[in-house]
């Protein structure tokens, strides 16, 4: 899956602090919610959907699936990543505000 394949290569060609990993792995979880809510199919997978139209609709079921089981595997492997969620701030994701200091 794209979503998966792009942003392990941005962690693999950099080095990423445990906050930026973390960013990234949300970013990528974001994604598959986005994905599986607006029922998002790649192109070659609706081409699949052409040659078999007798089983469109499982096909469809069963790859809004694999968004499902990707939600489920990055939950498991983030898990351990939820006690560093206080250093967020340090990845300077976003310009700083001053005006509360």
Same mark, same amino acid.
């Given at each position: 899956?794209?979503?998966?394949?792009?942003?392990?290569?941005?962690?693999?060609?950099?080095?990423?602090?445990? /906050?930026?990993? /973390?960013?990234?792995?949300? $970013?990528?979880?974001?994604?598959?919610?986005?994905? =599986?809510?607006?029922? *998002? %199919?790649? %192109?070659?997978? =609706?081409?699949?959907?052409?040659?078999?139209? /007798?089983?469109? $609709? +499982?096909?469809? =079921?069963?790859? %809004? +699936?694999?968004?499902?089981?990707?939600?489920y595997y %990055?939950?498991?492997?983030?898990?351990? *990543?939820?006690?560093? +969620?206080?250093?967020?701030?340090?990845?300077? +994701?976003? =310009?700083?505000?001053?005006?509360?200091?």
């Open positions: 899956m794209y979503v998966f394949h792009s942003k392990i290569e941005i962690m693999e060609k950099e080095n990423n602090s445990i /906050s930026e990993i /973390s960013s990234i792995l949300l $970013s990528v979880e974001n994604a598959l919610h986005e994905r =599986k809510q607006q029922e *998002f %199919l790649p %192109l070659k997978v =609706k081409e699949i959907f052409n040659y078999n139209q /007798s089983n469109a $609709s +499982n096909l469809k =079921k069963e790859m %809004l +699936n694999v968004y499902d089981h990707g939600l %990055l939950k498991k492997w983030t898990a351990n *990543f939820d006690q560093f +969620n206080c250093l967020k701030w340090m990845s300077f +994701n976003t =310009k700083p505000l001053w005006t509360g200091t």
